[in-house]
């Protein structure tokens, strides 16, 4: 199944990683050290109402997405495809 996560994007539910909350985890030092070994590698379809990173393997790639969908709205979206 796929999940939709803002605009016009879809990933392979299969493929993601995690589902963070920008907020809860921005000022920590894992996620620096995520947005850091993403190397530009993130995508943000966010604007400026950031809420979720969304983390996923595309084609053995570790790839990010920002997006401004709750990430408790995301996860529910994941449980529903089961």
């Known amino acids: 199944m796929y999940l939709h996560i803002g ?7 299969k493929n993601v990683i995690g589902i963070f909350n920008i907020e809860s985890i921005e000022k920590t030092n894992e996620y620096q050290q995520m947005l850091k070994e993403l190397d530009g590698n993130v995508i943000d379809i966010a604007g400026e109402r950031k809420k979720t990173l969304v983390l996923v393997i595309e084609n053995d790639m570790k790839k990010g997405y920002i997006t401004n969908i709750l990430s408790t709205t995301l996860e529910k979206r994941t449980k529903a495809d089961i």
């Open 7 to 13: 605009k016009d994007i879809s990933v392979n539910s």
